[in-house]
């Protein structure tokens, strides 16, 4: 790790796409749920209205058609009864009150005898007033709320049926449910990668040139925040006359000596040749790519390379200067019985 940002706002965007992915897992579940018991609930609920209706339908025929015979006869029955009480009670406090005028019973008698008689007199009048309703019917305020109470019951039917045939959109919820959890977990892989990417790792193993970025730093995107140098990845380009460029060859060794790294020599590969020379000279750069150990190299260090182009076996091999060329003829002289002798030779490479 070669540094890390400050990570609390990456954090807390982290923890609202967590919320909002938990939100969204709880919608599909729900959607699902709709969708397993969604038809089943709104069948049931449609047959509830119907019957809502049937039974408002039954109130209101009947509140329509009045009472039936058998309850009008019934109320007659009931207004005979407590008319018959009545007259009985009338005739018992008669008979009390002029024995207690006379002396002959305690008035306790006669309060008694009094309030039996107020009870027949309060249940002679409910039974006649039920009489009358009878004969009457209904009134027209009772029909109206019975009607009222059928249009209530249609409106619940109609929204019932109105629901039961939403029952196809429970699949889409569902489809748009996992498409709000699919969304949100894209949010969080996107957090989680965020914070991820603050933590600024080396891609390779190095060494710090220079100062680095101060920690508490406040930097834009861009921003260097440290340079690596490191041992992988280095190369030597050299320069290589037109005539001579044909060698440069991919893959080919070359042996390298860095003068200021001492006398040892490193070994490098072409990696390629620039298609274009430089118009002064008519050289091609050719980048070699150092390989094996490379202790005591520096980055911009100086160096030298060695490009075999041809080898010769069992050449026989001696300074360039050494040959002499007169008449396009090449010739050296050799050391015979101590006198010089003059040898015809054919140049190689």
């Known amino acids: 790790v070669v540094a890390e940002e400050d ?21 599909l579940a729900q959607a699902q749920s709709n969708k397993a018991y969604g038809p089943a609930k709104s069948s049931a609920a449609v047959r509830q209205a119907q019957a809502a209706v049937r039974s408002a339908q039954a109130s209101l025929a009947k509140a329509q058609a009045g009472a039936r015979p058998e309850e009008r006869a019934q109320t007659k029955a009931n207004l005979d009864a407590a008319k018959a009480n009545l007259d009985l009670a009338k005739r018992d406090l008669d008979r009390k009150k002029a024995l207690v005028d006379e002396g002959a019973l305690a008035h306790t008698s006669l309060d008694q005898a009094q309030s039996t008689y107020t009870a027949a007199m309060q249940s ?40 039961q045939k939403l029952d196809i959109t429970w699949d889409q919820a569902v489809e748009s449910a996992q498409a709000q959890v699919t969304s949100a977990q894209a949010q969080v892989d996107l957090a989680r ?14 060494r710090i040139s220079g100062i680095p970025m101060q920690a508490g730093t406040v930097v834009s995107p861009g921003t260097a925040v440290a340079r690596l140098v490191g041992g992988a990845g280095a190369y030597f380009e050299g320069q290589v006359p037109e005539n001579m460029v044909k060698y440069a060859k991919p893959g080919q060794t070359v042996s390298i000596r860095v003068d200021a790294a001492g006398t040892g020599t490193y070994t ?44 010769a076996v069992e050449a026989t091999v001696v300074p360039s200067d050494a040959v002499i060329v007169v008449d396009h003829a090449s010739f050296v002289f050799t050391v015979d019985n101590k006198k010089a002798k003059r040898v015809p030779v054919v140049r190689g490479i």
């Open 7 to 27: 990570t609390t706002q990456l954090r807390e965007q982290l923890r609202t796409a967590l919320g909002q992915l938990a939100g969204a897992r709880a919608a």
């Open 124 to 163: 002679y009048t409910n039974a006649l007033q039920a009489e009358l309703e009878t004969e009457r019917g209904n009134r027209s305020e009772d029909i109206d709320v019975a009607h009222e109470a059928v249009r209530q019951a249609q409106e619940q039917l109609s929204t019932a049926r109105t629901t």
């Open 193 to 206: 990668s965020n914070l991820s990417d603050a933590t600024i790792r080396a891609p390779f193993s190095g």
């Open 268 to 311: 490098g590969v072409v990696a390629g040749v620039n298609p274009m020379g430089n118009q002064i000279g008519r050289f091609f750069t050719v980048r070699i790519t150092l390989a094996g150990n490379l202790a005591g190299l520096k980055s911009n260090m100086f160096a030298h390379g060695t490009l075999p182009i041809q080898t």
